[in-house]
């Protein structure tokens, strides 16, 4: 029986409650969001050796590498430096007799942004001993049969005939090409064509092909699908910004997470370096291991935050870069040119037209003021230091934009009232959950805990991504009763965004994802789903209501894989479990003991406890299925509770 009280009303549901949140991690933007096919266009990707001084001074960190995971649990992350080769994604080929140089850059840049070019010499070279430069695009390029493909590129040198750029399919067939005609050009000059693809290959790749001698240099090539996201120009992969349209989110946080800190402070993102010309935007090493050119850059982001609907959520460096591995950051005293861009950020995006960065924006072809209504200072920092450092920005914000709402970082982990308190005033405290399965429902009341104090909570990254695999019906469940418990906090949390948001499964930083793709393919994981059906089945309102769930009442059950109900102690682990099927006791006693002949091969067995240490999970899918004598039989499973815990 369910009674519910409609005149006994609670807090609202905030209809900001979903949002989405983007991060430059595991190839989420660059070969991912970002519709760009060719990898490492401006040749300024490499492999760095430790040491090694990069743009603006920045020595490459010597002892900070880089998180890779070979599996999918956290367990499975191991240090490495990437090791992308000097030339990542750009190889050359000589056909028949043809001679080409290896691959080397240039002291030669086509701009201050892109100081690398290629240069590239062939000694020899006809009409059918031609010499290739070959692209391999995000582990493929995805040609589809009829669609069109702009392409760009910069070149000089003593060449003078023609180039062919073609789309190349796994075996050998030409699926487009275009041809450019090139005349000894001294100066760089930018060329430009639309290859029209006649086949399909979703693993092709890029070819530009010399057919004459010649020392040539090449710069900033550009392969973009004609049709993207909003049909924008230099837009967005039409799959990935859908789903994510699809979740219809409230607002959307860029570009991060760790990206906005930085390995190091000097390696952080910079705003600024984002937009206007692409061939002109720096390129950013991001945390998670490569590098990205910035091309979904911060007017894209604003642009499309408009096109969804969504307000944005700007978040910027606080002058610390991500101290769990360097750990660099600009002294109280030097701040305000961290402070200077955070404003400039706040004028590009809502500026008026004659202000300096608003004119910009309108020159960038938008004179309207963008939906900016957020910004959070920094990205997981906490404490008493950084409590300092959000008031001088809040000052310094609010001076000049009273209703931009201001976030404060709190690392992860709970809302920390301590420091909350020591800071001017908090619009959004940004509380970031990543929680085991089954946490969400022995911790349905972690909200209703928090005092209420002057502050909202924005949940600004969470998701069930310990022992549920890549994600999984369980992870959903955790992730869907989390939401509850924010929905029933209504008048507290008004803000959440899963993360991470988007993965190439070809290059996988953090275990779960919400969506996975790889070039020519995407999936969005139940949890997706979830987030999605309680975002647009909101709740307006929470009322009173009283369950009664029958009898027996167990009072308040554990969680054991979403199947059955158990729940033991250290001691009885394994003890207590009885299976029952058709009111017939099939399974019961240790299970241990008794493993030689069962065994739960695929099913998930939370153990939960309000001890902590006594919480473990298996990995494994949803189905239960139990091994006996070496056959699998599957059944359904009464898991009955002989002890309970409160
Ligand atoms: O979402 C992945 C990472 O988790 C984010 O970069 C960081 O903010 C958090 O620790």
Known sequence: TVRVSLSDTGAIVAPTLHGVFFEEISHGGEGGIYAELIQNRGFEEANIPPGTTLKDGFIFPPATPHFSLSGNAVSDWKMEWPNHGEFPAWTVHANGNAAISELRTSNNPLNDATPHSLQIEISKADAANTADVINEGFWGINVQ????????????????????????????????????????????????????????????????????????????????????????????????????????????????????????????????????????????????????????GYHEYLQYCEDIGAAALYVFNAGVSCDFRSGTFAPDDSLQPYIQSALDAIDYAIGPVNSKWGKLRAANGHPKPFPLQYVEIGNEQNGPRYAERYNIFYDAIKAKYPNIKTIASMGIGDVNDFTLKKMRRVDFADEHAYKSAGWAMRNFEHFDKYKRGAWDIYVGEYATNAGVGAGNMEAALNDAVYIMSMEKNGDLVKMSSYAPLLVNTNDIDWPVNLINFDNAQSFARISYYAIKMMNENRAGINVKAVVNIGSPVIKKPAFAGGIGLATWDTKTAYKDIEVIQNGKTIFKSDFINDLNNWQFVRGQWGVNSSDSSLQQTAEGAQQFEMLKNKSFETYTLQLKAKKLEG
């Open 145 to 296: 049969a009829n669609e069109n493909y702009n392409l760009n590129f910069f070149l000089r040198g003593n060449y003078k005939g023609q180039v062919k750029a073609l789309l190349v399919a796994q075996d050998g067939t030409i699926l487009g090409s275009c041809t450019s005609q090139v005349n000894n050009d001294v100066k760089w000059r930018k060329y430009v064509g639309v290859i029209k693809a006649q086949k399909t290959d979703t693993k092709a790749k890029f070819v530009l092909r010399f057919d004459r001698p010649g020392t040539v240099w090449l710069d900033f090539v550009s392969l973009f699908p004609q049709k993207t996201f909003h049909n924008r120009p230099n837009g967005l992969r039409q799959d990935l910004a859908q789903y994510i349209a699809d979740l219809k989110p409230a607002f959307i946080r860029w570009p991060g997470g760790c990206f906005v800190e930085g390995i190091t402070i000097q390696s952080a993102p910079d705003w600024k370096a984002t937009i206007g010309p692409v061939e002109k935007r720096h390129s950013t090493y991001s945390p998670w291991g490569y590098w990205t050119s910035n091309g979904f």
